[in-house]
T-cell receptor, first 115, second 114 residues
Framework: EPEVTQTPSHQVTQMGQEVILRCVPI?????FYWYRQILGQKVEFLVS????????KSEIFDDQFSVERPDGSNFTLKIRSTKLEDSAMYFC?????????????FGSGTQLSVL | AQSVTQPDIHITVSEGASLELRCNYS??????LFWYVQSPGQGLQLLLK??????LVQGIKGFEAEFKRSQSSFNLRKPSVHWSDAAEYFC????????????FGTGTRLTIIP
């Protein structure tokens, strides 16, 4: 089965630093997502992305966050100035299209630790 | 706003025994419901989904789930668990019938003992 690949698997950064989390969605997919899970809490939707623009975002996704598809294969999540509360597991996901019959493929996640 | 509750944080089951993981949802309209599994070091994998029709849904790996509107529940079941079923299980609801903006429960960790 095809896979969504996320790198790195674990990233440690200092508070206030910028981080970029990288994802390679499945090659023919058109819809891209980021979710996150703070330890002990629910997996939360952050943002969805289609046709090179954000289609929907949650209240968590403030001005410190941005997403980009820089080269047609990678899908990145940037946190401009990390805070302690940004520490979480970040999941990338992709699908061919949205809708009831579509399957969402998730990556294995990047564990971000902000010190 | 929709929400999902998984009341069991951790469940331990003997190999070969039956399993039921509970999920309750809150949503104003007809829900679209999902169960995902996450094995250690792996991503979230879709086990099964319910949109409409038959309220008993069959999924992969021998899992099934039953939608009960009167109880606002979507419990996951398996008649006989295997050691490889040890993982974290997440119930989720989507408002639009698609995959966007899934709302997840907090998950249930399943431990299998010999």
């Amino acid at each position: 089965e095809p896979e969504v690949t996320q790198t790195p698997s674990h990233q440690v950064t200092q508070m206030g630093q910028e981080v970029i989390l990288r994802c390679v969605p499945i090659s023919n997919h058109l819809y891209f997502y980021w979710y996150r899970q703070i330890l002990g809490q629910k997996v939360e939707f952050l943002v969805s992305f289609y046709n090179n623009e954000i289609s929907e975002k949650s209240e968590i996704f403030d001005d410190q966050f941005s997403v980009e598809r820089p080269d047609g294969s990678n899908f990145t999540l940037k946190i401009r100035s990390t805070k302690l509360e940004d520490s979480a597991m970040y999941f990338c996901a992709s699908s061919v299209r949205t809708g009831r019959n579509e399957k969402l493929f998730f990556g294995s996640g990047t564990q971000l630790s902000v010190l | 706003a929709q929400s999902v509750t998984q009341p069991d944080i951790h469940i331990t089951v003997s190999e070969g025994a039956s399993l039921e993981l509970r999920c309750n949802y809150s949503y104003g309209a007809t829900p679209y419901l999902f169960w995902y599994v996450q094995s250690p070091g792996q991503g979230l994998q879709l086990l099964l989904k319910y949109f409409s029709g038959d309220t008993l849904v069959q999924g992969i790996k021998g899992f099934e789930a039953e939608f009960k509107r009167s109880q606002s529940s979507f419990n996951l079941r398996k008649p006989s668990v295997h050691w490889s079923d040890a993982a974290e299980y997440f119930c989720a609801v989507a408002p639009s019938g698609g995959n966007e903006k899934l709302t997840f429960g907090t998950g249930t960790r399943l431990t299998i003992i010999p």
